[in-house]
Structure formats: C-alpha cells, structure tokens
C-alpha cells in the first residue's frame, strides 16, 4: 500500500510540475520543432572531427544527477545514449533552475559542444535546453528494467524504451524486409498490393475471419494468403510478382503463431518449384549475410549454416528416414489408418491417406529438420492448388522449407489447368461438407484467370515473422511483432 501511496504521490507531483510550466508560459506540449543535428551514436563514432563542434541532440532523459551548479544527465535517443554537463553559467541561472525540476523520462533537447570529460567519456557540453515534452508516468526501475512479458508485449513504447536489445530487433527486422525487397528489385520482381477484405478466402488451409461490409450489404473475410490474387496479375502478364503484407488466420496463439502476421508470396511464370528452391537458397544466404553479416546465424543452442546447400528430401523418404515407414507400399486408407495407430498419430474420419502421411510427418520429422531443408513433393489430398508430378499423379510439385524444425516457406508448380483445379475445388467442397474448417471453397473469378490461360508457373510464400525469429534469435513470435495480438484486459 506504501509503495501505491508514494507512486500517487510521485505522479501528483509530476502533473504540478506541468502545471506550474504551463503558468509560467513554459508549456513543453506548445513546441512543435527541434533541428536534431546528431544522435549520439554519430557523435561517439566522429568524435575525432565532432570535439569542440557544436551539436544539438534529442532524446529521453534516462538519468540525472545535480550537484550544485553543474549537473549531469544522460539523453537516450534512436541509436543509443550519451552524456551531457549542465552547467549553470552555461545555459543560465533560470534555465539551470528549471531544469533541477526536470524528472527522468521527460523529453528534452539539448545544443552544446562535443567534449570529452576528466574520466574519458564522449559527452555534450550544453549551451542551452529545452523541455520538449513532459513525462506524466513514471519509467520501470532502471536497474530491473521492464522484465515482465506481458507488460513489455502490451506496452511495447516502455519495453522499447527499457531494453535497447528489443528495439535492436525491430531495427533489424526492417533491415531484413529491406533487404529482401533490395534482393527481389535487383531479380527484376514487381512489388504490388491486393486486397485484404475477400469474398472468398482461399489459398491456404485456414480459417478465415469474417465481417461485414454496410454499405454492400455482404459478408467478406480477411484474407488468409496472398495467393489467388497474385495469380491472377501472372495472367494478366506481370511475369514476376511480389507482396509483403499482413494476412488473418483464425487460429491459436503460441510461440510460433499469431492471429495476424507478415507474409511475402512471390509468384515468377516460366520456372517451377526447382526455381522457387533456388531462389529461395541465395535469398536466405543473402539477407543472412546483409544483415548478420555471415552465412552462419545462431540460434538458440543450434548454428544454422546458410551457405551450404538445403538439404532436400522428399516427403515420403523422410518419413521412411524418421518414422520408419515406407509410404510407397501403403496402397490403401486402410493401411495408413493402421500405420497411423501403430504409430500413435491421431487422425480423423475425414483424413485421406496423403493427409495421413502428413499428421506422420508432422509428428516424427518436423523436429529434426534443423539445417534448411527442402521437403519436396506432398501428397495431392493436402496441396489443391499445385501441379501433380507427372510421372506420380498421388504427389504433388511442392516444396515445404524448415529451419529449426519450422516450417519457413512453403512452395509450388503451380497449377494452371482450369479443369484440373475445378475438380480440386470440388474435393475441398467435400472436406467442408465433411468438418474441414480449413478447407478451400470454389472460387469462380480465380478458374475464370486460369481459362484466360496462366504461363507454368513458380511461386511460394515465406513467413517473415519467423525469419526475422531465426536472424535475431528471438524464442517467440512475439518477440519480433511490435504489437502482438493481447487477451483483453477486461476479460
């Protein structure tokens, strides 16, 4: 109760402060400008041709300490810290004496010359400062930090303002966007945006969240994938395709998911999946080393070797590899059901034989897949929008790329045979029928590009939250969402 009481207080005290300012003409909030010259950074790496220049800093003061006529605080700006010495005879006897009120969290600007003190440290002489916004709560407790995980999600300006570490990720999350769109230019890719409100959410197995558009009067969803859109532009003759964008699944919350999350789908006419498996091997090499700055990147106790060559493994050897079993003598459901209760792999009523290989999959081999590794050619009952091997009707051209047991990209020859993808269609109708909540429904406008005609085509889907996880090796997903999805605090 003490502890509440002296919070009260301190913030009592922090509004009155404001308060008096106000009176006296001083309203920080009335400022609308500073001319930030450096950041703190800058100066410590050019401090040799930056000593004795004038400079004008910003940033939240993160710690003070007055003694006398000279005080020292500490500005923490974009790029990190730096010092400064406040002097009176320097900035003013009023203005030294307001800044003695100043409390730790306010924002201020400082303008000074760059000195470097008795003890050896790079700091900013101050001619003159400036209150430049006025903190009304109070920051966590320096030496503790901000440590509580749902606090830091829910309040990520504080967690970002605590833990330099945290916002060291999110700057290199946009590195590592940046690079992959530099990468994909350099290829002679297209950027492009297509809708998120759908009337038919298809392209992947998952459940769709649903609205309501008034002014049509229709229910619409969120999309679910980027793809039956982009295949449309590969019909319409844009030969090489790309979107990064936030797509909406109806699902759990664990360290991997969340309800809303970052994809890219790309989609190149004229090459397959072996094409999607290349580009997908130098992308990765290069944005690991543009933004690592080596092909090697540690995650966790594992380091992930980027320059050496993806393993690739089909399906059904790998599960002949890690669960034992030889899915090219399963001929019937009947036996892969027995395969799978010997197992020990729940399935459903509903499953065909090729989603059963998959549960096997799943639960037998994801978790070995440490090093990136292609896992090539699915069964055709879980892959309804790719093109079927030609020489194995049952499988599929598609590709699935793990790191770290994770499924990181999934890929395909895609299907460009209008009658074949009507009847595909068809078969995700009766999963639906049969409980499938992730089934894909039949989307006239999508046949109607294929029977304009769509070139072979290559495309694939990379999930960008859990890249930017294994270069920054981050445990959850959470952790590299700047605003992830939170159980209200009402509830």
Same mark, same amino acid.
């Not at 400064?84 to 730790?104: H, L, Q």
């Not at 989603?355 to 009952?381: A, C, G, K, R, W």
């Given at each position: ?8 207080? =301190? ?5 009155? #402060? ?7 003409? #001083?309203? !920080?909030?009335? *400022? ?31 710690? #003070? ?16 810290? *730096? ?24 924002? =201020? ?49 504080? $967690?970002?303002? %605590? ?12 590195? =590592? ?56 532009? *590969? ?40 094409? %999607? ?94 090093? !990136?590794?292609?896992? %090539? ?9 790719? #093109?079927?091997? !030609? ?16 499924? %990181? ?33 039949? $989307? ?7 029977? *304009?005609?769509?070139? !072979? ?6 999930? =960008? ?7 920054? $090796?981050?445990?959850?997903?959470? $952790? ?12």
């Amino acid at each position: 109760m003490e502890s509440v009481q002296n919070l009260n207080e =301190i913030l009592r005290l922090r509004r009155e #402060k404001l308060t008096n300012l106000q009176e006296a003409g #001083k309203d !920080p909030f009335v *400022i609308t400008k500073f001319e930030q010259t450096h950041h703190s950074l800058d100066i410590r790496e050019n401090f040799d041709t930056l000593e004795g220049q004038a400079v004008s800093v910003a940033g939240r003061m993160m710690f #003070k300490r007055v003694m006398g006529k000279a005080s020292f605080c500490n500005i923490q700006d974009l790029k990190g810290s *730096i010092q400064a010495y406040v002097a009176r005879d320097a900035i003013g006897e009023e203005s030294y004496k307001d800044f003695k009120k100043y409390d730790v969290g306010d924002i =201020i600007g400082i303008k000074g010359e760059v000195f470097k003190t008795k003890t050896g440290e790079i700091s900013v002489h101050a001619s003159e400062v400036v209150l430049l916004s006025k903190s009304l709560q109070v920051l966590p407790e320096k030496y503790h930090g901000l440590t509580d995980t749902d606090t830091r999600y829910r309040q990520r300006y504080t $967690d970002l303002i %605590m833990n330099s570490d945290v916002k060291e990720t999110f700057v290199k999350r946009s590195k =590592i966007i940046s690079s992959i769109r530099r990468f994909l230019d350099d290829k002679g890719f297209m950027e492009v945006e297509t809708p998120m409100l759908v009337s038919n959410a298809g392209g992947a197995a998952a459940r769709p969240f649903e609205t309501h558009f008034n002014a049509l009067d229709e229910d619409l969803k969120l999309r679910i994938s980027l793809e039956l859109y982009l295949k449309r532009l *590969i019909v319409g003759g844009l030969e090489k395709v790309y979107e990064i964008g936030r797509v909406f699944r109806n699902e759990g919350l664990d360290t991997r998911h969340n309800p809303e999350f970052t994809l890219m789908e790309l989609y190149q006419a004229y090459t397959d999946y072996h094409g %999607m498996m290349d580009l997908t091997e130098e992308m990765y090499r290069y944005v690991a080393k543009t933004v690592n700055g080596s092909e090697q990147v540690v995650y966790g106790e594992h380091t992930i070797d980027f320059a050496k060559p993806f393993a690739r493994i089909t399906m059904v050897d790998a599960a002949k590899q890690y669960a034992g079993v030889d899915w090219n003598e399963v001929e019937t459901l009947e036996q892969a059901r027995e395969i799978a209760d010997k197992l020990h792999v729940e399935y459903e009523e509903r499953h065909q034989k090729g989603e059963i290989l998959s549960l096997i999959f799943e639960e037998y081999v994801e978790e070995h897949l440490i090093q !990136p590794t292609f896992v %090539m050619d699915h069964p055709i009952e879980i892959s309804p929008l790719t #093109k079927k091997k !030609p020489e194995n009707p049952e499988y599929v051209e598609r590709f699935e790329m793990f790191i770290n047991g994770w499924e %990181m990209a999934n890929a395909y020859s895609e299907l460009n045979d209008p009658i074949d993808q009507r009847e595909r269609f068809k078969a995700q109708e009766a999963q639906l029928a049969k409980g499938d909540e992730e089934a894909n429904t039949t $989307d006239e406008d999508f046949l109607n590009a294929l029977e *304009i005609g769509m070139p !072979p085509t290559g495309g694939i889907g990379y999930g =960008i939250d859990r890249l930017v996880m294994i270069m920054t $090796d981050s445990p959850a997903i959470r $952790d590299v969402l700047l605003f992830p999805t939170m159980k209200s605090l009402d509830k």
